[in-house]
């Protein structure tokens, strides 16, 4: 998987603080040089995120290229409506012998691997055979597993990008995908470090889990603990990082 954060609104914290103080000001602030304090923004946009008022965010946006990610985590992330999104054509790229996701618990189960990638290759095969014969790409694919791999372009603002993560960086979240928006934190934390601060699960974020009875647990570990997440403490695991191949 390769995540690349390809454009962004320039100065995207300033624009967000810009927005935010358009609320509270009289002045206009169409007319006035555009600047401001980075450290000043950083602390405007605390306090966005702690109160609550997070449409001024929605003026940063990061537009992403992703590749490498099977179709079952295309299908996940789409159902994320904010986002645009641009999708490698299966009707018009061929699908490669070795384009397919394996999924590291694989590597667990003795047999599964072997099994698996035997399934995936004939199944790649059988694609194949049948764009030799003459069948339209658009029909061949039809025999493909979700496995196959795709590329997309997406953009999103970052009160969406928040969402997500706050959805998807969650342990019951599937492994690919929250590996996915992690890396996409990642690179949008190199720009926007304060809008980024607050990615992460309700768990570190909030210190509330939505999941009920699902809960993985942790966050009465880290009641336990005495580090159960608040407003000011999230932060998408620490670094952010999502622990790959626990997710449910
Ligand atoms: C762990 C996990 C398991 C899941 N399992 C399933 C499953 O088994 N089956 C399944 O179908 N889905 C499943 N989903 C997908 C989930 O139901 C949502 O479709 C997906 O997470 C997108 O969430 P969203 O609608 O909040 O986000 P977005 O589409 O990104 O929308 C962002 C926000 O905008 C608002 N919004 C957007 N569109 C509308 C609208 N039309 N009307 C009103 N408000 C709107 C909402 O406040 C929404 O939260 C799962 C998701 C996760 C994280």
Not at 173 to 183: K, P
Not at 191 to 208: D, H, I, N, S
Request: charged share 25%.
């Amino acid at each position: 998987m390769k995540v690349r954060l390809v454009a962004h609104t320039p100065a995207p914290e300033l624009v967000v603080a810009r927005a935010a103080r358009t609320c509270y000001s009289h002045l206009d602030l169409g007319s006035l040089p555009f600047g401001g304090d980075p450290a000043a923004a950083s602390r405007l946009i605390s306090r966005l995120l702690d109160s609550g008022h997070l449409s001024p965010l929605e003026h940063a946006v990061f537009t992403f290229a992703v590749s490498d990610v099977s179709r079952v985590t295309l299908a996940q992330l789409t159902r994320h409506r904010l986002a645009s999104y641009s999708v490698e054509s299966q009707r018009q790229v061929p699908v490669g012998p070795s384009s397919y996701v394996e999924p590291p618990s694989l590597l667990r189960v003795p047999g599964a691997r072997e099994l698996f990638s035997a399934q995936v290759r004939s199944a790649i095969d059988c694609y194949r055979r049948l764009v030799e014969l003459g069948v339209r790409r658009e029909d061949a694919r039809y025999c493909l597993p979700q496995a196959v791999t795709t590329s997309l372009f997406l953009t999103l603002n970052a009160r969406e990008l928040l969402l997500v993560a706050s959805q998807r960086l969650c342990r019951r979240a599937q492994w690919e995908i929250r590996r996915l928006v992690h890396l996409m934190v990642r690179e949008a934390s190199r720009v926007a470090p304060a809008l980024m601060a607050r990615a992460g699960p309700p768990c570190l974020k909030e210190g509330v889990c939505p999941e009920g009875r699902f809960s993985c647990g942790r966050l009465d570990e880290l009641r336990r603990a005495g580090a159960a997440g608040g407003p000011r403490q999230g932060g998408g695991g620490g670094d952010g990082r999502p622990e790959v191949g626990s997710g449910a």
